[in-house]
Structures are given as structure tokens and as C-alpha cells.
Nanobody, 129 residues
């Protein structure tokens, strides 16, 4: 069964950095585009960044452009989200999910019902002084 697991969250001061990992269990990420989402308390889940199956295409939400970088290591079966210059408004639970459309060299950060699979339990990021 396709399952993703997020890790790397924690408490960090404003301006700090964290690197989140999204590891696949029981399947290969080679053919999947992956999207990172986040959900802050009391808010709807939103797309943050995505990467296509070969890593040739990446997209970012406007709120994180220039601060976050997504990357994919198919050899390690893991997708990373490097988060720099963190702000208190980045506080949220971060999730990753796989786009059901295989071998697609595009990706989307839109939260489209039924498009994603393999949702992990999430990892908490708290940005606070």
C-alpha cells in the first residue's frame, strides 16, 4: 500500500531553517509527482510546493517563493522541503502526498479532491521566538 511519512518538523525561531523529509514506504517514488501541503490551526489545508516525477518541474505557493526549495532523491525514495527564513505564519502541520497521475512531468500545488494518495500523518512545524 502506498504510504508516505513526513519528518523533520520542530520548533524554530523566526528567520531559522528546517528541512522536511517525505519518505515513501512500500513503493517507489520514481513515477510520482509529489506535493507538500500544510494546515495551520483553524485554517484550510493549502498547497506549498510540488515537484514532478523526474524533478524537472517545481512549483511554489506565492507565500513561500524564494524561501522554500523542494527536491527529490529517487535513489533515497525521498522528497525534501528546505525551508529558510521561516516566519511565524509558516507554523502548521506539513503533509506530503503523491499525485495519482503517473509519469507526469508537471505538478500542481492545488488541493484537488481525489487527486492525491498516500497522505502521511504530517510533521509539526512551529515558528516562534
Amino acid at each position: 500500500q502506498l504510504q508516505l511519512v513526513e519528518s523533520g518538523g520542530g520548533l524554530v525561531q523566526p528567520g531559522g531553517s528546517l528541512r522536511l523529509s517525505c519518505a515513501a514506504s512500500g513503493f517507489s517514488l520514481d513515477n510520482y509527482s509529489i506535493t507538500w501541503f500544510r494546515q495551520a490551526p483553524g485554517k484550510e489545508r493549502e498547497g506549498v510546493s510540488c515537484i514532478s516525477y523526474r524533478g524537472r518541474t517545481t512549483n511554489y505557493a506565492d507565500s513561500v517563493k524564494g524561501r522554500f526549495t523542494i527536491s527529490k532523491d529517487n535513489a533515497k525514495n525521498t522528497v525534501y522541503l528546505q525551508m529558510n527564513s521561516l516566519k511565524p505564519e509558516d507554523t502548521a502541520v506539513y503533509y506530503c502526498a503523491a499525485d495519482r497521475r503517473l509519469i507526469l512531468d508537471i505538478c500542481t500545488v492545488a488541493l484537488i479532491e481525489g487527486l492525491y494518495r498516500g497522505w502521511g500523518p504530517g510533521t509539526q512545524v512551529i515558528v516562534s521566538s
